[in-house]
């Protein structure tokens, strides 16, 4: 009978243990890329106060761009700092230390976004990470993508992996080109400007054919059921993906575009990613509060990469003339 007794109260020791170890692991995992998400958010917003308040209508959100890139990147630098093991298998295995490599990127992610967001180095943040994302295209994405061709969320992975690396070096060649390197700076924001172009494209091209799923990226997460407009947002998502990516593509009216994408993603992940990241934070499961987050930041990403684009292109139309003219003093006036 003692004997019994001991065994049940060892076995609820276990549980007990295993009960709190799970939720230990729950708090470094949620709560470092909250914490690293909200205090990068602080840091960039700091940053861009002095942009923020000389912008005028959507050129408040374009002043945005760092922000909405570098936050993103200190929640994924946190996530791999604090689930380095889970994270560990992605690494090819034909490289050798797996796990160096998993913290070797979320430090790298860490400090690239504390140097976007202060807007300190960016030529060189910006580059690296760019770098960093095209080899992680050609040594996972692509041959995962040939290996399963039919499967059209390879190639979209592939195309936002492509994306956020081509939004780096436009924030490189930015500056670049604002510290007088205007020919090497143009080349990169040149590249992402193409690879921009053509993800809007194909992602216009799917919110048409699958509107089933989230706006934005379009992931395999379907559209939560008690989100009214689902096809509504859908289509209306695609159609500026469609028109806007054509522009940037052809490099028409390239700031417009990519201001008015770029506001309508930053839109989407308020009004959209938002409550559906609060639902996954109220989940019991880490794993769904994780996604939640990564959904959120993913698109995030997204919107920092277009944004960045668009505070790169020059401002030709006149009432941009304006504002620069009014910006020298009270006395100056446009005609």
């Not at 959507?58 to 761009?65: G, Q, Y």
């Not at 860490?110 to 976007?116: D, F, P, V």
């Not at 989100?227 to 289509?235: A, D, F, K, N, T």
Request: aromatic content about 10%; hydrophobic content about 55%.
């Amino acid at each position: 009978m003692c004997q019994k007794e001991h065994a049940t109260l060892r076995l609820g020791i276990h549980i007990h243990t295993t009960i709190l170890r799970a939720f230990f692991d729950f708090s470094r995992t949620v709560a470092s890329m909250g914490s690293a998400g909200i205090l990068l958010f602080l840091v960039a917003l700091w940053a861009a106060k002095t942009d923020i308040a000389r912008a005028r209508g959507l050129d408040k959100i374009v002043a945005l761009s760092n922000l909405c890139f570098a936050a993103p990147l200190a929640v994924f630098g946190a996530l791999h700092l604090a689930a380095a093991e889970s994270l560990m298998p992605m690494v090819p295995s034909y490289m050798p230390w797996r796990l160096f490599w998993a913290y070797f990127f979320g430090v790298a992610l860490l400090a690239a976004s504390l140097s976007i967001a202060t807007k300190i180095q960016v030529r060189w943040s910006g580059l690296l990470f760019g770098v960093a994302m095209f080899c992680f295209v050609a040594m996972l994405d692509i041959p995962g993508s040939l290996a399963t061709p039919k499967d059209r969320f390879g190639w979209t992975l592939t195309l936002r992996e492509m994306l956020f690396g081509g939004g780096g070096w436009i924030l490189a060649g930015n500056a670049l080109r604002e510290q007088g390197h205007g020919q090497d700076g143009s080349r990169l924001i040149t590249v992402g400007r193409v690879i921009i172009g053509i993800a809007a494209i194909f992602y216009g091209v799917e919110h048409f054919l699958h509107p089933a799923n989230v706006p934005g990226v379009p992931l395999e997460k379907l559209m939560p059921a008690w989100i009214p407009g689902h096809l509504l947002i859908s289509y209306l998502t695609g159609a500026i993906l469609l028109v806007s990516g054509v522009c940037i593509l052809l490099n028409q009216k390239t700031r417009i575009a990519a201001t008015y994408l770029g506001s309508w993603i930053v839109l989407l992940v308020v009004v959209i990613y938002g409550p559906i990241l609060i639902a996954a934070l109220a989940d019991p499961s880490t794993g769904v509060k994780v996604e939640g987050i990564n959904y959120f930041f993913d698109t995030l990403l997204f919107a920092g990469a277009i944004l960045a684009l668009a505070s790169a292109t020059p401002r030709t139309d006149k009432s941009a003339a304006c504002q620069a003219v009014t910006e020298l003093g009270p006395r100056r006036r446009c005609s």
